[in-house]
């Protein structure tokens, strides 16, 4: 799977989807990205995107198990597709003559992509704790270097500790 952390997670939940099913006893979920490729170096929020990459095997279980995977929820929101965009090669644009690109990089409207984060992290955090039966007090979020003002912002509107 690829794309940032949300490639991650939903590859984790298509593959508890398919131990649930039976379709699989074991699954290896792995992710992989090289954002620092698509980030202007010279842009003062690519310090928040970097490479990196991780692996987990989900395998059948008992609910009571340590590391049991609880509840998850997925989502996505195409009304703010134009937040993030790469223009260069892509749909808008295509390469320049001489084959490179004019513009390369992601580009993003940090604010609003911000403040979208946050609401969405909130609605998914509070579902999950919802299909899992559980209450936001005594919740922890994971740290994450790029999300950690995101998960700040989300637990100051939901009760949760970050």
């Known amino acids: 799977m690829s794309w940032l952390c949300a ?3 939903y590859g984790l939940g298509v593959a508890q989807g398919l131990i649930a099913a039976g379709t699989a006893d074991s699954v290896l979920v792995v992710g992989t990205d090289t954002l620092s490729l698509n980030v202007d170096p010279t842009d003062p929020i690519s310090m928040l995107f970097s490479d990196g990459a991780s692996a987990v095997v989900l395998r059948v279980g008992r609910d009571e198990e340590p590391g049991a995977l609880g509840a998850c929820v997925l989502g996505s929101d195409g009304d703010g597709r ?11 644009e295509r390469s320049a003559a001489g084959g490179a690109p004019a513009d390369p990089y992601m580009r993003l409207e940090g604010r609003e992509v911000f403040w979208r984060a946050v609401e969405h992290t909130s609605s998914a955090s509070r579902a999950a704790l919802d299909a899992a039966g559980l209450d936001a007090t005594g919740s922890r979020l994971p740290p994450d270097r790029a999300l950690d003002r995101v998960f700040g912002g989300a637990a100051a509107l939901k009760n949760l500790r970050h």
């Open 7 to 9: 490639g991650f997670v």
């Open 82 to 92: 134009d937040l993030i965009t790469v223009r260069g090669g892509g749909v808008e």
